[in-house]
């Protein structure tokens, strides 16, 4: 069983930057190869993977936000972030971690490879 917990989501226009935070829990590195991601729902729209990073430090972004963002973890804090900059109207949506074991699914922005989901965290973008 793994827990994360979403943190960081404001109101901010259009050009501007945010960084979400999500704190891991009831696993330990040594044990698994994890896998963590940000999804995100937009109102009307389906759950999207936004960007994922392997238990190797590799990452992978969905197309709409490459060069925008970042995704990064520290793996002795179990945190998870995701850098956020020129943020646009489309980007408003509720942000959630995942995380799970390597493997469940080849797309790491596929949300049938993760069991273990946050509340979320509320971003919106005003133009």
């Known amino acids: 069983q793994i827990e994360v917990e979403e943190s960081g989501g404001a109101s901010v226009q259009a050009g501007g930057s945010l960084r979400l935070s999500c704190l891991a829990s009831?696993?330990?590195?040594?044990?698994?190869?994890?896998?963590m991601a940000w999804f995100r729902r937009a109102p009307g729209k389906e759950r999207e993977g936004v960007a994922a990073?392997?238990?190797?430090?590799?990452?992978v972004y969905a197309d709409s936000v490459k060069g925008r963002f970042t995704i990064s973890k520290d793996n002795l804090k179990n945190t998870l972030n995701l850098q956020m900059n020129d943020l646009a109207p489309e980007d408003t949506a509720m942000y959630y971690c995942?995380?799970?074991?390597?493997?469940?699914?080849?797309?790491?922005?596929?949300?049938?490879?993760?069991?273990?989901w946050g509340q979320g965290t509320q971003v919106t973008v005003s133009s």
């Open positions: 995942t995380a799970d074991r390597e493997g469940r699914d080849k797309d790491p922005l596929s949300s049938s490879g993760y069991r273990y």
């Open positions: 009831g696993y330990t590195y040594s044990n698994y190869a994890i896998v």
């Open positions: 990073v392997h238990y190797n430090g590799v990452t």
